[in-house]
């Protein structure tokens, strides 16, 4: 994937090094392709599997549940953005993935939702931060919270996927980076807060674990529009990177974590989708490059 000649986002938090120790990361590039994004979301979905923590709204790997008022003692200003983009590879790399998911999203997401566009925040920390959402944690992968509309990501995932799993490659991350933003799209679409009280008055945990699965496939779908605009605008996509972005998506479907975890196969639990499900809505995104075609919710949406 091309992104070293893409301007910086602005909206990029570098909280790196505010207490959990800041520490170099390999550079993103040439990283070779395998599955080990799947497994390192094993250690967050792993920890929620059998139930979502009340005050972690969309944890793990991104699970999204809606927006509750911020816990008691956080405040913006204890965490003050920082007034430059960061300059380090890694850095620079997450803000030039987040930079071209505004510049496509901008006017994407009015021309195809009628919906106006306001940009995120990426807060990058080590080990553990806070957001309006709860403590964030390594542990607990990427997520979304709506109720700051950030997305929290712990940089030492990229190193993790390299070292420990022997995956990686930069579309790859953008990807991860690209379905969190899918989440912020639901978010602004206000299809983050139906979700949320339809769980509330499902008559039953896989009622609501099925709402779920419709609202990470739909973030997988999105993540898939971006990416196909993305490539027609800048070219950033080189042999291989689409391969590569599809067995990353089979690899963390339900399924596959759940056998990884020695696990039976519970389809009534699953909360992401299976392995199959996630390719699919990734490439219907990115063959089609429409937002409407990535309606999870409509009748005649695969389950």
């Excluded at 990229?158 to 990807?175: I, V």
């Excluded at 933003?181 to 139906?194: A, D, F």
């Amino acid at each position: 994937m091309r992104w070293e000649d893409f301007r910086t986002s602005e909206n990029v938090e570098d909280r790196r090094g505010d207490g959990g120790g800041g520490m170099g990361l390999p550079i993103p590039g040439g990283g070779g392709g395998g599955l080990g994004i799947g497994a390192i979301i094993v250690l967050g979905i792993l920890g929620w599997a059998i139930g979502v923590d009340p005050r972690m709204l969309i944890s793990g790997a991104e699970m999204a549940t809606g927006a509750r008022a911020p816990t008691s003692g956080y405040t913006e200003q204890q965490r003050p953005r920082q007034s430059a983009p960061p300059t380090d590879n890694t850095g620079r790399f997450v803000s030039a993935v987040v930079a071209m998911n505004e510049d496509v999203w901008k006017d994407l997401l009015p021309q195809q939702a009628g919906v106006r566009w306001r940009a995120p925040t990426l807060v990058m920390f080590d080990r553990v931060t806070t957001s309006a959402c709860g403590t964030a944690q390594s542990a607990m992968g990427p997520f979304y919270c709506p109720a700051d509309q950030k997305i929290y990501l712990d940089t030492s995932f990229f190193r993790d996927m390299q070292r420990k799993f022997g995956g990686g490659g930069d579309f790859a991350y953008a990807y991860v980076i690209a379905h969190e933003m899918g989440h912020h799209i639901e978010h602004l679409m206000g299809i983050l807060g139906r979700v949320q009280q339809a769980q509330r008055a499902a008559g039953s945990k896989a009622e609501a674990n099925n709402l779920s699965v419709r609202v990470e496939l739909m973030a997988d779908c999105l993540a898939g529009v971006w990416a196909h605009h993305a490539n027609q605008r800048w070219k950033v996509l080189e042999p291989g990177d689409v391969e590569k972005a599809i067995r990353t998506a089979q690899a963390i479907g339900d399924d596959r974590l759940q056998q990884a975890g020695g696990g039976r196969v519970v389809p009534d639990s699953f909360t992401h989708g299976s392995a199959a499900q996630r390719a699919e809505w990734l490439n219907r995104g990115l063959k089609s490059g429409r937002v409407d075609v990535c309606n999870t919710f409509s009748n005649t949406a695969r389950r």
